[in-house]
């Protein structure tokens, strides 16, 4: 089971118990996937889902508000992965005086003033949304959560703009067709969601992978660091080396005065040995910067030989 169906799982298993809650999770599945159709002259709302679990879900909600379905169906698809999903089909009129009994227009974009003001309220509405329309990728591979809505431009802005003032979650969206598809990319963002939807284990889950991504890029930092200063000294060490074997070729090393000879003795014998650990061997020893300064000296006595010849 992917990490999206484990998310779809564990919603779909919550206790209905809130009559308020279960008619903000109904009004979520509506406004995402609802759609109005007629047939003989009779007009019907229709919930299409690409998820079995959520079928099941819509239609335990509906048993507990009494908006009892007039059809369901269910489809398979074999063509490239196999999967389940259905269709429930309610009386229109029956599902608007139900809602609208209770002040909550399904044909208006705006939110209803319960889900607005009552963060529960809000996050069984998203929980709606989510497990109608809704996807997210492993968190081993990226963060990426999106949920898919039939509906209108407006609606998608009222949405994302009481994200945004509300809960500080900035989301986008893109057109798709005549859909539109909300998305949240940053990990901090999509563990708010999952929350906000009671998705607890997909949230440890999620925390998990994304303090894993933090070591993992600090370790990459890190080795990074360390290769770039180990290149770094290696070539300042080859450049020393060169400098002195000039020296000892055209002068001989005894020509220098004491403590440049000993210091590029030392050069020579330890090539291995940082800046640091050459002054420790110095007798009296010296600092790092003494002996990156002394080091200065022979390069440039190197540099006046080479351009004597």
């Known amino acids: 089971m992917s990490f999206a169906d484990k998310i779809k799982d564990e919603l779909c298993h919550l206790s209905i118990d809130n009559d308020m809650e279960a008619?903000?999770?109904?009004?979520?599945?509506?406004?995402?996937?609802?759609?109005?159709?007629?047939?003989?002259?009779?007009?019907?709302?229709?919930?299409?889902?690409?998820?079995?679990?959520?079928?099941k879900r819509l239609y335990t909600l509906s048993k507990k508000l009494e908006i009892f379905p007039v059809k369901t169906s269910i489809t398979e698809e074999t063509r490239l992965k196999h999967r389940r999903g259905g269709e429930i089909l309610y009386s229109f009129d029956g599902v608007y005086d139900f809602l609208e009994s209770l002040g909550i227009s399904i044909l208006s974009d705006d939110l209803p003033d319960f889900v607005r003001?009552?963060?529960?309220?809000?996050?069984?509405?998203?929980?709606?949304?989510?497990?109608?329309?809704?996807?997210?990728?492993?968190?081993?591979?990226?963060?990426?959560?999106?949920?898919?809505?039939?509906?209108?431009?407006?609606?998608?802005?009222?949405?994302?703009?009481?994200?945004?003032?509300?809960?500080?979650?900035?989301?986008?969206?893109?057109?798709?067709?005549?859909?539109?598809?909300?998305?949240?990319?940053?990990?901090?963002?999509?563990?708010?969601?999952?929350?906000?939807?009671?998705?607890?284990?997909?949230?440890?889950?999620?925390?998990?992978?994304?303090e894993v991504r933090q070591i993992r890029g600090n370790v990459s930092r890190t080795l990074n660091f360390i290769t770039a200063n180990a290149n770094k000294s290696g070539q300042a060490m080859a450049r020393h080396v060169k400098a002195i074997r000039t020296i000892e070729e055209k002068l001989g090393l005894d020509s220098l005065p004491d403590e440049l000879e000993k210091l590029a003795k030392l050069r020579l014998e330890y090539e291995e040995l940082n800046l640091r650990e050459l002054g420790e061997l110095m007798d009296p020893p010296m600092s790092k910067s003494a002996v990156f300064n002394r080091l200065r000296k022979l390069q440039k006595i190197a540099e006046k030989l080479e351009e004597e010849k």
Request: charged share 20%; net charge positive; aromatic share 10%.
């Open 23 to 55: 008619r903000a999770e109904f009004l979520g599945y509506v406004k995402s996937r609802g759609s109005i159709r007629i047939s003989n002259a009779k007009k019907y709302l229709a919930i299409s889902l690409n998820s079995i679990s959520s079928l």
């Open 117 to 210: 003001d009552d963060p529960a309220y809000f996050g069984a509405f998203m929980r709606g949304l989510y497990l109608a329309g809704g996807s997210i990728v492993d968190p081993s591979r990226g963060y990426h959560l999106e949920i898919s809505l039939d509906t209108t431009r407006n609606f998608v802005m009222n949405l994302i703009t009481h994200l945004a003032n509300s809960l500080n979650i900035k989301a986008g969206y893109v057109e798709v067709g005549n859909k539109y598809k909300v998305y949240i990319k940053a990990s901090r963002e999509i563990v708010e969601l999952l929350s906000l939807i009671e998705a607890s284990r997909a949230v440890s889950v999620l925390l998990k992978a994304v």
